[in-house]
């Protein structure tokens, strides 16, 4: 079946640090990819997403490439801030009986120190 | 226009209680998720429901957990004879469904934090 994984955390990093947190999924098919983000004490939001092969998605900063050949979806980012502190969750929407469904990732924590 | 919502957003009950949890999705979304999220974990998979179509109950821990989901709007989480590892964050999102394809977007609403003593 379809599945998402993602890196443990958590990651800690300084403020300006690159960011990467890793994501691979297994999908018959061709799924749309997504990231999440759950800042504390706030609900989960999209952050940002793909829905072909080799499209970046961005947002805030942040970006992401569909790499098909790899079944990947790395979140990047160049200079993390403190503001950055979350938990990022990884997901996919793939064709399921009936509609589509979207399967996460165990998330990762993200603490970015000043 | 109003998001995803949820009631109670906080609920204490004692152990062996039944407690009811509700889930307003957004207006004209047809796919809609119950997920758990136990404290500093991930997203835990309850059940999904799609239109008219019989819902995804493949996530659901037990027979205590039930779920409906009446005229494709407002959805009910049941908990029956509530056990201490039922305290948890019990969060819901609605999406597009069908109508949005495969790149749709997922709303999630607020949560009920769920403490069984």
């Known amino acids: 079946g379809n599945s998402v994984t993602q890196m443990e955390g958590p990651v800690t990093l300084s403020e300006e640090a690159f960011l990467t947190i890793n994501c691979t999924y297994t999908a018959t098919g061709y799924p749309s990819l997504f990231w999440y983000v759950q800042y504390p004490g706030e609900g989960l939001q999209l952050l940002l997403k793909?829905?072909?092969?080799?499209d970046k998605g961005s947002n805030k900063g942040f970006e992401a490439t569909y790499r098909k050949e790899t079944t990947s979806f790395h979140l990047e980012k160049g200079s993390v801030q403190v503001s950055d502190s979350a938990v990022y969750f990884c997901a996919l929407s793939a064709p399921y009986t009936g509609g589509f469904k979207t399967i996460f990732g165990a998330g990762t924590r993200l603490f970015v120190k000043a | 226009g109003a998001g995803v919502s949820q009631s109670p957003s906080n609920k204490v009950t004692e152990k062996g209680k039944d407690v009811e949890l509700r889930c307003d999705p957004i207006s004209g979304h047809t796919a809609l998720y119950w997920y758990r999220q136990s404290l500093g974990q991930g997203l835990e998979f309850l059940i999904y429901f799609q239109g008219n179509s019989a819902p995804d109950k493949s996530g659901l821990p037990s027979d205590r957990f039930s779920a409906e989901r009446t005229g494709g709007s407002v959805s009910t989480l049941t908990i029956q004879r509530t056990q201490q590892e039922d305290s948890a964050v019990y969060l819901c999102a609605s999406s597009l469904g069908l109508a949005g394809g495969m790149s749709q977007t997922q709303y999630f609403g607020p949560g009920t934090r769920l403490l069984v003593l």
């Open positions: 793909a829905t072909k092969a080799d």
